[in-house]
């Protein structure tokens, strides 16, 4: 069901909802047309009432079940809208989103750098579109988009990597904290003013002996002498919208009562501007988001009172990773920002000529194009997966999925960029041209939401731990293979362990998908079965002390992702295959492209963890780095030394 807002247009003031909005007197007639094309748009806007859904059950989540050789066949079914109506409605929603991002791109995105700041104009614009509350419920005075719409909206957000940074911060961060985790007297009191941008939120995490340690924050929240409430002390640094916010989540040390000593663990606060004691550093002449409000925020006996405590005094360090973790979903749409790229790079291939030819007919541009077309599709079909899952199941743990989705998203935007800035020359580096930017913008999605490193860790740890749950007995059966070889028989049988090199596809999911796809898919059944049995493998060898292991544990969550990404992109190239989708053959092509070449690099990996060759290599890494940290940075000596 749909509703559209209401207009009251009266000269140059018009009222959307129950907010006006004026034309001021001195603007030019350009803005003024502008301006007038938005609130035309703005009165147009869609408003998508959400059906309620049946959901299904999850019985094993689908990454971590990938390290247990488990494939959800349910999601072979590539999500889509139950009706075409729903598709129309959000494609409807969109248009007017996507005219202003364009407008951005094209006419705003170097004004904003120059001016260090977003302005007035484009901060009014996102209000007047609720992109400050895409996720919150109606009630609150939100859009409450499912994550298929939402998913669908941050495509064009992404176009401007400052606008996009500035509202994940506000939304995926701040305000979604207080959604998830909050009582229902903080969501009443905070939603209504943070979903219409009337207020902006911020997320304060990270100090300068504390970064992906979230554990470790140094920051203090003591209760008063009366217990009445909180005095909050400490330093947090890099808050995207710092020196702009009017509500700070906050992540402190307080005491538990009743524990010995009073111990301190993390807490989670929200926190005024108005309560006073807070100072914001806005960080200048950064090297990237230079629109970007990136602050450090000081606080320095601010009083908090006692019912802004998030969730329970000691839950803090829990809400952080979780809030940290469902804000990755966003950073999918980061494909929105490529496909924009890939214009640019087409319309170049095509207009510039070389010794007579023009560079599209050429065998190497043609390879990099193909490739970042290729990673478009999965980075695209990866993204509207995940939704599907969150969409589709009731209380999905999708913690790896999504961990999974910032890995290969940041990884691929990087890539991308590089091969773009090679296809496009110098022009590339010209402040003027738009890739200059997204050169620069880029590099942080390898550190948003904690580094990428981290995130292998967490994919890789996560589904271990799960597996080691699921499989205890089994796993402990094999450890005591001298005393009981029959049930070892049995298990390896039963495991399909007769050929690791060419495994049988018991799973069978080449059945479930197109007939075309049916040979992906075997590929990846095939590579996920080997997988399967390193995993089991490493955990017999190493036990608990797999922790430490971080050269295994990178490589496995490097593969699993890999395996993730291409089975949503099988799933979705099926999908378009069977509907028969206009360009469902060049789908087809794209998805080959990928999995085919990144298979590669998997059988590398697979082979460095089966045969023990990456043995060798890590002890070399690890001695090499040793080397430099006693040596202080490079220890070879110079090609020229001589010993004599």
């Not at 209000?127 to 994550?147: I, T």
């Not at 990755?328 to 007579?356: E, P, W, Y």
Request: aromatic share 8%; hydrophobic share 40%; proline share 2%.
């Amino acid at each position: 069901m749909l509703h559209y807002c209401s207009r009251n247009i009266c000269r140059k003031s018009w009222k959307i909802g129950s907010k006006s909005f004026s034309l001021s007197v001195t603007a030019s007639q350009n803005q003024v047309k502008d301006m007038e094309k938005e609130i035309k748009d703005a009165e147009e806007y869609l408003i998508v009432e959400r059906k309620p859904k049946k959901k299904l059950t999850q019985h094993t989540p689908f990454a971590k079940g990938l390290f247990m050789g488990k494939f959800d066949k349910n999601l072979l079914e590539y999500p889509e809208f139950e009706t075409t109506e729903e598709l129309k409605d959000l494609e409807a929603m969109c248009q007017p989103i996507s005219r202003l991002f364009e407008r951005v791109y094209k006419e705003d995105g170097q004004k904003l750098e120059e001016e260090g700041k977003l302005s007035e104009r484009v901060l009014s614009s996102l209000k007047k579109y609720k992109l400050f509350g895409l996720n919150v419920p109606q009630e609150y005075g939100g859009l409450d988009l499912s994550p298929l719409q939402y998913a669908r909206i941050c495509e064009e957000i992404s176009l401007d990597p400052s606008i996009a940074v500035t509202l994940h911060a506000h939304q995926d961060l701040g305000l979604k904290t207080i959604l998830n985790f909050g009582s229902v007297e903080q969501k009443e009191k905070y939603l209504s003013a943070l979903s219409s941008g009337e207020k902006i939120c911020s997320f304060c995490l990270t100090e300068k002996e504390s970064g992906s340690d979230a554990a470790s924050v140094k920051s203090t929240a003591n209760l008063n002498e009366e217990k009445t409430h909180y005095i909050l002390n400490g330093e947090k640094l890099w808050v995207t919208n710092g020196s702009s916010s009017d509500v700070f989540i906050v992540f402190a040390k307080a005491p538990i009562i009743g524990l010995p000593n009073e111990e301190m663990k993390v807490t989670a606060f929200i926190v005024e501007k108005d309560f006073g004691g807070i100072t914001a550093n806005y960080i200048e002449n950064k090297h990237a988001l230079t629109a970007c409000d990136i602050a450090h925020v000081e606080f320095k006996d601010t009083v908090v009172p006692l019912e802004n405590v998030i969730g329970e005094v000691g839950d803090g360090f829990k809400i952080a990773i979780d809030s940290l973790n469902s804000s990755n979903f966003a950073l999918g749409s980061v494909c929105g920002m490529l496909k924009r790229i890939l214009k640019d790079v087409t319309d170049h291939v095509i207009s510039r000529q070389q010794f007579g030819r023009p560079l599209m007919d050429y065998g190497l541009i043609q390879q990099k194009l193909a490739w970042m077309a290729a990673s478009i599709y999965c980075l695209e079909s990866a993204l509207y997966f995940t939704a599907g899952i969150l969409d589709n199941y009731h209380k999905p743990d999708a913690t790896v999925e999504l961990a999974m989705l910032k890995l290969f998203s940041s990884e691929t935007a990087f890539q991308f960029i590089h091969d773009a800035t090679q296809i496009l020359g110098g022009q590339a580096y010209i402040k003027s041209h738009n890739m200059e930017r997204f050169i620069r913008d880029s590099r942080i999605l390898t550190m948003l939401n904690g580094t990428n490193d981290i995130a292998k860790l967490f994919i890789s740890l996560q589904s271990l731990q799960y597996v080691g749950r699921s499989s205890e007995d089994d796993l402990k059966k094999i450890r005591d293979i001298y005393n009981q070889p029959k049930k070892i028989w049995n298990l390896m049988k039963s495991k399909s362990f007769r050929s690791y090199e060419n495994p049988r596809c018991l799973l069978k999911l080449y059945n479930h998908v197109h007939p075309s796809v049916a040979l992906l898919m075997e590929k990846i059944e095939k590579k996920l079965m080997r997988f399967q049995s390193l995993v089991e493998k490493n955990l017999v060898v190493f036990g608990n002390g797999i922790v430490e292991q971080q050269y295994q544990l990178g490589r496995l969550a490097e593969i699993s992702t890999t395996l993730f990404v291409l089975s949503a992109s099988a799933a979705r190239a099926s999908r378009s295959l069977c509907i028969g989708l206009r360009n469902a053959d060049h789908e087809l092509r794209l998805a080959c492209l990928y999995g085919d070449t990144i298979l590669e690099d998997v059988e590398v990996k697979l082979n460095m963890l089966s045969y023990g060759t990456g043995v060798e290599i890590d002890a070399n890494a690890a001695h090499i780095s040793d080397a430099v940290c006693k040596n202080g940075g490079y220890a070879a000596d110079h090609p020229l030394a001589k010993n004599w």
